[in-house]
């Protein structure tokens, strides 16, 4: 009823969109809200679950993101975003402020488990997510029930440590978009150079499958480990070439353009640790770094997942829930010293540093330039 009820709302919405004459026509604007309440009411029907075991978590009253309870007191978060803070808090669902503990982290997987005392919430059931296809629905669920972002899952599970990736060995134009991706370089001696691909060639399909732009590509390069032979069509001078490289090792991390990195930047915050998971899935999703912690589920409502980072504008990495099954039948390794944890953690768990020492430098510098002018305008 629910998968019916959900994916009916979902096609209505699509069916009817929002264009600029529909939101001029006061009878189509008000038939995309009554499908837009719809579409939102199923989506409180599936998230229903998830709501009762996610809370906020919060330092001096800025919020570090979310926690997922897992039984006895004890809530998951993601560590690279709590340790840091001298104080964590949760507020639970009678709006109280309880102090949360570390108990221990999952340094590979850059999980924190907390002890809250007097919590009393249930633990989480954590759903199977091998078998979910390409394209699924999926909803990252707030305390309220609401969802905080809807996507697609546009990833099946793979690993990023960078000796599981296959490496082409290309650099490609994120600008990028339509009849497919241009090449803009080689790297000399990779899968790509020995395989016969050429700067300004145009990849227009991978394994049989049209691709348009330059996420799309990147997010099924991705997908192949090394020794892999992904069957790679391009465009060249209008003539259509079919090519079969095989996949090397990465030796060395993907370094993300200055284009793309801007991009980013300037679609929102990203998490300092966003790499370098051993399995991952991979949403559209779009939310914030202090986002990371929300429970995500697909149209059954089943937890498939946890939010452990922003890596981009379109991608939200997603811990799968059978993994996170897995995770908490170990013990988690003991923090024995606060200060010095905080830093290992950052290159730990492969993060970078926080700018706020630098942030600090820039708006002092700021305040001294204000200082001068105000200082030439009072002698003029």
């Given at each position: 009823?629910?998968?019916?009820?959900?994916?009916?709302?979902?096609?209505?919405?699509?069916?009817?969109?929002?264009?600029?004459?529909?939101?001029?026509?006061?009878?189509?604007?008000?038939?995309?809200?009554?499908?837009?309440?719809?579409?939102?009411?199923?989506?409180?029907?599936?998230?229903?679950?998830?709501?009762?075991?996610?809370?906020?978590?919060?330092?001096q009253r800025v919020k570090l993101g979310y926690g997922v309870s897992v039984g006895e007191d004890k809530v998951l978060a993601k560590a690279s975003e709590l340790m840091v803070n001298s104080?964590?808090?949760?507020?639970?669902?009678?709006?109280?402020?309880?102090?949360?503990?570390?108990?221990?982290?999952?340094?590979?997987?850059?999980?924190?488990?907390?002890?809250?005392?007097?919590?009393?919430?249930?633990?989480?059931?954590?759903?199977?997510?091998?078998?979910?296809?390409?394209?699924?629905?999926?909803?990252?669920?707030?305390?309220?029930?609401?969802?905080?972002?809807?996507?697609?899952?546009?990833?099946?599970?793979?690993?990023?440590?960078?000796?599981?990736?296959?490496?082409?060995?290309?650099?490609?134009?994120?600008?990028?978009?339509?009849?497919?991706?241009?090449?803009?370089?080689?790297?000399?001696?990779?899968?790509?150079?020995?395989?016969?691909?050429?700067?300004?060639?145009?990849?227009?399909?991978?394994?049989?499958?049209?691709?348009?732009?330059?996420?799309?590509?990147?997010?099924?390069?991705?997908?192949?480990?090394?020794?892999?032979?992904?069957?790679?069509?391009?465009?060249?001078?209008?003539?259509?070439?079919?090519?079969?490289?095989?996949?090397?090792?990465?030796?060395?991390?993907?370094?993300?353009?200055?284009?793309?990195?801007?991009?980013?930047?300037?679609?929102?915050?990203?998490?300092?640790?966003?790499?370098?998971?051993?399995?991952?899935?991979?949403?559209?999703?779009?939310?914030?770094?202090?986002?990371?912690?929300?429970?995500?589920?697909?149209?059954?409502?089943?937890?498939?997942?946890?939010?452990?980072?922003?890596?981009?504008?379109?991608?939200?990495?997603?811990?799968?829930?059978?993994?996170?099954?897995?995770?908490?039948?170990?013990?988690?390794?003991?923090?024995?010293?606060?200060?010095?944890?905080?830093?290992?953690?950052?290159?730990a768990f492969g993060g970078q540093p926080r700018r706020r020492d630098s942030m600090q430098r820039e708006l002092e510098e700021m305040m001294r330039m204000m200082q001068r002018l105000q200082?030439?305008?009072?002698?003029?």
């Amino acid at each position: 009823m629910k998968f019916t009820l959900f994916s009916n709302a979902l096609m209505a919405v699509a069916l009817c969109g929002t264009s600029l004459k529909a939101q001029q026509d006061p009878l189509a604007q008000e038939k995309t809200d009554r499908q837009a309440q719809e579409i939102f009411k199923a989506l409180r029907a599936v998230g229903f679950e998830a709501k009762d075991v996610v809370f906020p978590l919060y330092s001096q009253r800025v919020k570090l993101g979310y926690g997922v309870s897992v039984g006895e007191d004890k809530v998951l978060a993601k560590a690279s975003e709590l340790m840091v803070n001298s104080a964590v808090y949760l507020v639970d669902k009678k709006e109280q402020a309880l102090r949360a503990t570390i108990e221990g982290v999952y340094p590979q997987h850059d999980l924190a488990l907390l002890k809250v005392s007097g919590l009393g919430a249930k633990a989480a059931r954590w759903a199977d997510a091998t078998s979910l296809p390409e394209g699924a629905f999926l909803a990252a669920i707030r305390p309220d029930g609401e969802a905080q972002a809807m996507g697609v899952l546009s990833v099946q599970e793979r690993s990023l440590k960078v000796e599981d990736q296959g490496f082409l060995g290309i650099s490609m134009d994120p600008r990028s978009f339509g009849q497919g991706v241009r090449v803009e370089s080689v790297v000399e001696g990779s899968a790509a150079d020995e395989a016969g691909i050429k700067a300004g060639d145009l990849i227009t399909e991978i394994e049989a499958q049209k691709v348009k732009g330059f996420f799309e590509v990147s997010n099924r390069l991705r997908r192949f480990k090394k020794g892999e032979k992904p069957d790679i069509k391009l465009m060249r001078k209008g003539r259509e070439i079919s090519v079969r490289p095989v996949l090397q090792g990465r030796e060395i991390p993907e370094q993300d353009s200055r284009r793309l990195e801007q991009m980013d930047r300037m679609s929102g915050t990203r998490s300092v640790v966003r790499s370098d998971f051993g399995n991952v899935l991979q949403s559209d999703m779009e939310l914030e770094a202090s986002d990371s912690g929300l429970p995500v589920v697909d149209l059954e409502g089943r937890i498939v997942g946890f939010v452990i980072a922003r890596q981009g504008r379109i991608s939200t990495l997603i811990l799968p829930g059978d993994d996170l099954a897995k995770i908490l039948k170990s013990e988690p390794e003991e923090v024995t010293d606060q200060g010095r944890q905080v830093r290992r953690s950052r290159s730990a768990f492969g993060g970078q540093p926080r700018r706020r020492d630098s942030m600090q430098r820039e708006l002092e510098e700021m305040m001294r330039m204000m200082q001068r002018l105000q200082s030439e305008l009072n002698r003029e």
